[in-house]
């Protein structure tokens, strides 16, 4: 298979599996969007394995680390700095503390994902 070919297998999963996690959360069924993400994903990962070209070099890959990096960056300090605000506002509106509360939790669950993802892609070349 191409890379031209898999790019294009690759759009119309998305575009199917937008449109099933669309319609399945109109219907409040929440199981089936699951199901065709995982479905779709295994799909892709098996598709991926059968292009025979290069699909990436080492330059995208290391440019994807540092873009991953910075959004992590950049998310942190927006989701900090309106957990922060919110904080503040919490006497005015008691619903603001559940929303900072989350904002923090969930920039702390990210940081700490990325850094478990870093250490187990060093692996042990790491340790010296």
């Known amino acids: 298979m191409t890379a ?39 799909v892709l990962i098996y598709l991926r394995r059968k292009v025979v070209e290069v699909v990436a070099d080492e330059r995208d890959h290391a440019i994807g680390g540092k873009a991953a990096f910075l959004s992590i960056q950049i998310y942190s300090w927006i989701a900090v700095v309106i957990m922060l605000v919110l904080f503040g506002l919490r006497a005015n509106n008691p619903a603001y503390e559940p929303i900072a509360t989350t904002l923090a939790y969930s920039t702390c669950a990210l940081m700490l994902i990325y850094s478990g993802a870093f250490r187990y892609l060093v692996g042990p070349r790491g340790k010296q």
């Open 4 to 42: 031209k070919r898999f790019q294009q297998i690759k759009l119309v999963f998305v575009v199917l599996t937008a449109m099933i996690v669309g319609q399945s959360i109109v219907l409040n069924e929440y199981l089936v969007p699951l199901i065709a993400l995982i479905i779709s994903t295994l």
